[in-house]
């Protein structure tokens, strides 16, 4: 059962934009921590943004300026915007959220399929 939902990836040239789209249920979503993660192709997957459910959020140094994280509450929705896309920006990127379920901190973690986002020089 899928439960992250990603939509947006795409091929674009180097210095084009894209925004990527992530739903899921209000359960998942509320008041936790939502982000993504991208692939490349032989390399480990790495953070490339966070925003939690306050608002705080995190970027990997690469995409600092270049990429914004943003919620929208009524929606469940995360969303990556990224401009001045780089060929090394290519790669498979993956929305990622972590439920806290108990007030000790224990907390799952939820993926997304993946969604391939090229960029050429």
């Known amino acids: 059962q899928v439960q ?17 789209s992530c739903t899921t249920s209000g359960r998942i979503f509320s008041g936790n921590v939502m982000g993504w993660y991208r692939q490349a192709p032989g390399k480990q997957r790495e953070l490339v943004a966070t925003i939690s459910g306050g608002g705080t959020l995190n ?3 690469s995409v600092k300026g270049r990429f914004t994280i943003s919620r929208d509450n009524a929606k469940n929705t995360v969303y990556l915007q990224m401009n001045s896309l780089k060929p090394e920006d290519t790669a498979v990127y993956y929305c990622y959220a972590r439920r806290v379920v108990n007030v000790e901190g224990a907390a799952l973690d939820y ?8 960029v050429s020089s």
């Open 59 to 61: 970027y990997v140094d």
């Open 4 to 20: 992250l939902v990603e939509s947006g990836g795409g091929l674009v040239q180097a210095g084009g934009s894209l925004r990527l």
């Open 111 to 118: 993926w997304g399929q993946g969604t391939q986002v090229t």
